[in-house]
């Protein structure tokens, strides 16, 4: 090959890597104090120091993700494309530093030039574009992907602003700030101004001939921006690709508006552009319909497809093969929208006919679906959507009516095998109204879950009880149509670097010492941690074992106290409620049975209070900002901690807080910290849940429901080592039906928590009336079945009670607990992916 330009020899000398000796990395860092942020050492702060380590760590990985590309444009692999709305990444320099195996280096370095790592790392903020659980899985399979050498990339916005900033205001209310997480210069981010793409909304869509095609013309365009985010892998040099959108406006400033005197209505379409990617809309598990979402996951569905087509159009393949070198995983209905785009630009753009298209995209698309709970299901107004976006109105249409209702298997047999559901089951009108696209009513709403599964090659769940509640309650007509292999299972994962090695490192360490292993090993190799096991029986590992927890704990407590003021008892049992406020996901119960413990300790006397098991309560999370109930459970949670806390006769034994603006980093404080935390939705509504897997990776037991990835948790470590409590899923509707046609008094069904409920009534824990649409929900309807559990909850907890009451025991469940949880790291879950679902292979990078 031919050298492009220039003297070869010099090219070669100024290309060497950069090196990484603690000399060098000095160098480098002061080097970018003085050019890059053009500041004196002298009056270096923490912040500028970070800044400086940062740009010097953002070097080395720009290097491999030179190099990264670069094999993925010369091999040309089939590749995966991860849509996802959400990438809840949290912090960005630690992890690099321990991807790029150049930890000790910095810390080195760092304090070198008099600085301390751990007060550079606390400067940097998370990047938080996410609700929860959807999107820190994002997190996760995007490290999993570079780790595991997988040529993926992911796909989503880069919104100004992140998931709101959470305050309580005195009397316990939740109020949101703007998180402009971009203040500061991103040095993980890399603008690529010249990745521009056109994305048009409104207009008109002319149909042109019977063959479905047609034009779309008018209306707004907007402009597509893209900002690549470096992901390392932990100890390869494979670099993928995170690329974010930003919307601008097309024409800075519409000058005709302006000759007509217009100056206002000229600056407003630029803002309408911008406003696109403002912000993230911090709903979770609700549909609100706005124009401005539509228009989000338009923008980013089109610009991405584009990106997509542009790269697999550079290989010279015939269109035909597209799926044969891009798979597109669906993160949740909220990217279906790809679906009609990828079909316009096979009609419209490509002139394909209607066949081939729909056969190349059900080829290509694969989705995962999250929740099985009703008001989280995706739909949108037909009118919306025909207003916004009449050309992929048209196409659903298309899809329903006359086209391609249903199945196309392979792009050879699309025209001879497809089947009508009409065909197959005739005269069954209601199993047609069931499974339509369109749902009747006022107005009419295109159902997303249905579009993204028959628009996809496969479908899949998040842990195998969700898998199996898709197939037989959202799903089940879609399974009898099509088959059930199309609808698989893929359980959930967490990434072992971030949420053992990073947030506990003297855990980890202490676990390479004992399995003799270096970490590079099992925290790629999970279940290696299996050789823990053999341990439980050596005294002075489970002795070393509890004094991590017990460091831990004052870690958190030393954190709460500089954040908050407020000294915590280290000496308790610490439990542990973290998630987004949900009512499906019971933070009431818990708080509800905070309270009964208190009027339980309220009515001991001092010689037997001292005998129970000292415990201290922590809550943290998010609800969405018009989640009214979700809110006001925040407030008695507030309010019950500010009561409790300053009992005297009680305040030894049990205290509570709630810790404000839950987040990322946030959890790789609590995490390591807990006994026990708690994972208690009503049977069958939570999909997986995630952070079930990172405490008791950490050590800490788990109490739950037997829901989501909690079955499977307790298949691993055995039912011995957690503590379930509650109705099994099948009960659940028989139950509803009762509350609803045979409803028990709640003092004869549950009295105690009859009794705690009146308590609050009664203003307990301030005015009472403030929490009486609260305790309606459990006294009315009780949809999520508080009233069912309680019982069994409460004796649950006294379970806990007794078993950490044998701490030598409780250890040992602890260590066995994470010597169990190799299954549950992301890499086996990525893996499965790209072999069951995507069909592509590693690409190793080497230098
Ligand atoms: C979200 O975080 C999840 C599901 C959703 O439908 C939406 Br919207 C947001 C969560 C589930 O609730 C968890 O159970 C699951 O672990 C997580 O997605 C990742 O699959």
Not at 171 to 176: F, I, V
Not at 187 to 210: H, I, M, N, T
Not at 320 to 334: K, M, R
Not at 691 to 700: A, D, E, P, Q, V
Request: aromatic letters at 10%; hydrophobic letters at 40%; glycine letters at 6%.
């Amino acid at each position: 090959e031919k050298w492009p330009r220039g003297d070869e020899k010099e090219w070669r000398s100024a290309l060497r890597g950069l090196d990484t000796d603690v000399g060098s990395i000095t160098k480098s860092v002061v080097h970018h104090v003085q050019t890059s942020l053009a500041r004196q050492p002298h009056n270096l702060d923490d912040l500028g120091a970070y800044q400086a380590a940062a740009l010097s760590v953002r070097d080395n990985l720009i290097l491999n993700w030179n190099e990264t590309q670069l094999q993925y444009t010369r091999k040309a692999p089939k590749r995966a494309y991860y849509l996802s709305l959400e990438f809840l990444m949290g912090r960005t320099l630690d992890n690099a530093l321990l991807n790029l195996g150049l930890k000790d280096e910095y810390k080195d370095g760092i304090k070198r030039l008099g600085f301390s790592i751990e007060d550079i790392l606390e400067q940097e903020r998370d990047a938080a574009l996410g609700n929860g659980g959807l999107g820190r899985l994002a997190a996760c399979y995007l490290d999993s992907s570079a780790s595991q050498e997988l040529p993926l990339w992911g796909y989503g916005l880069r919104y100004k602003y992140g998931i709101f900033q959470q305050l309580i205001s005195p009397e316990g209310n939740q109020l949101e700030a703007p998180d402009p997480w971009l203040e500061h210069q991103n040095p993980w981010e890399l603008p690529r101004l010249d990745v521009v793409y056109d994305v048009r909304f409104y207009g008109q869509a002319e149909r042109l001939d019977g063959k479905g095609r047609a034009q779309w013309t008018g209306g707004q365009e907007v402009l597509a921006i893209a900002y690549d985010v470096m992901i390392p892998g932990y100890g390869t040099q494979t670099t993928n690709n995170l690329r974010l959108w930003e919307s601008r406006p097309k024409r800075g400033f519409d000058l005709n508006s302006f000759n007509a005197g217009n100056y206002e209505g000229a600056v407003e379409s630029s803002n309408s552009a911008e406003a696109i990617t403002s912000v993230l809309y911090p709903n979770d598990h609700t549909t609100f319909g706005k124009e401005l979402r539509l228009k989000q996951q338009y923008f980013w569905t089109a610009a991405s497809l584009a990106d997509i087509l542009r790269r697999f159009k550079n290989l010279d393949k015939p269109i035909t093969e597209f799926p044969e070198y891009a798979a597109i995983q669906l993160n949740d209905t909220h990217p279906t929208l790809a679906i009609p785009e990828l079909m316009r630009v096979l009609i419209d753009e490509e002139e394909l006919d209607w066949n081939t298209a729909w056969g190349i995209v059900t080829n290509t698309f694969f989705y995962t679906n999250h929740t099985v709970l009703p008001e989280a299901l995706e739909k949108w107004p037909v009118p919306l959507i025909e207003h916004v976006l009449p050309r992929h109105m048209q196409i659903i249409y298309d899809i329903v009516s006359l086209r391609s209702f249903f199945l196309t298997r392979t792009l050879s047999d699309a025209s001879s095998s497809r089947t009508s559901v009409e065909r197959k089951f005739p005269h069954d009108r209601e199993r047609l109204a069931r499974m339509s696209l369109i749902e009747e009513g006022q107005p009419k709403q295109v159902r997303m879950a249905h579009l993204a599964c028959i628009g996809s090659r496969k479908v899949n769940g998040v842990a195998e009880l969700h898998s199996d509640l898709v197939r037989t309650t959202i799903l089940k007509d879609f399974v009898e149509f099509e088959g059930i292999s199309k609808f698989g299972n893929v359980t959930n994962g967490i990434t072992p670097r971030r949420w053992l090695d990073q947030c506990n490192p003297e855990l980890s360490a202490l676990i390479s010492k004992t399995l003799k292993l270096d970490k590079t090993v099992w925290l790629k190799d999970l279940t290696k941690l299996e050789g823990l096991l053999p341990f439980t029986e050596d005294k002075a590992f489970c002795k070393e074992w509890a004094a991590i927890k017990q460091r831990n704990k004052e870690r958190l407590a030393h954190h709460v106290e500089l954040t908050l003021g407020l000294k915590v008892n280290t000496n308790a049992l610490f439990d542990v409620q973290i998630k987004r406020l949900h009512e499906y996901k019971r933070q009431t119960l818990n708080i509800l049975g905070v309270i009964h413990r208190y009027l339980t300790l309220k009515n001991m006397t001092p010689a037997k209070r001292k005998k129970v098991v000292n415990r201290v309560v922590f809550f943290a999370g998010k609800a969405a900002p018009a989640y009214y109930i979700a809110k006001l459970t925040i407030r008695l949670i507030v309010n019950v901690a500010r009561i409790i806390n300053a009992d005297p006769d009680t305040k030894d034994h049990l205290t509570l807080y709630f810790l404000p603006d839950y987040s990322v980093s946030l959890a790789e404080v609590l995490i390591p910290a807990s006994n026990i935390s708690q994972h208690i939705s009503t049977a069958g509504t939570e999909a997986s849940g995630t952070s079930n897997m990172k405490f008791c990776l950490n050590g800490g037991l788990l109490l739950g429901t037997v829901d989501g990835a909690n079955i499977e948790i307790a298949e691993e470590v055995g039912e011995s080592n957690v503590f379930f409590f509650g109705h099994l899923t099948p009960a659940v509707e028989d139950l509803r039906f009762q509350h609803l046609y045979h409803p028990v008094p709640l003092e004869q069904k549950c009295p105690a928590l009859a009794h705690v409920l009146n308590q609050v009534s009664a203003g307990l824990f301030g005015d009472g009336h403030v929490y009486e649409p609260l305790l309606n929900t459990v006294r009315q309807g009780d949809y999520y079945l508080l009233s069912d559990d309680f019982d069994s909850y409460i004796a649950a907890l006294g379970m806990v009670d007794e078993a950490y009451s044998d701490s030598e025991e409780w250890v040992k469940k602890s260590i066995r607990t994470t010597a169990k949880m190799g299954k549950f790291s992301s890499d086996r879950a990525i893996n499965e992916y790209a072999e069951s679902y995507w069909n592509i292979e590693k690409v190793p990078v080497t230098k």
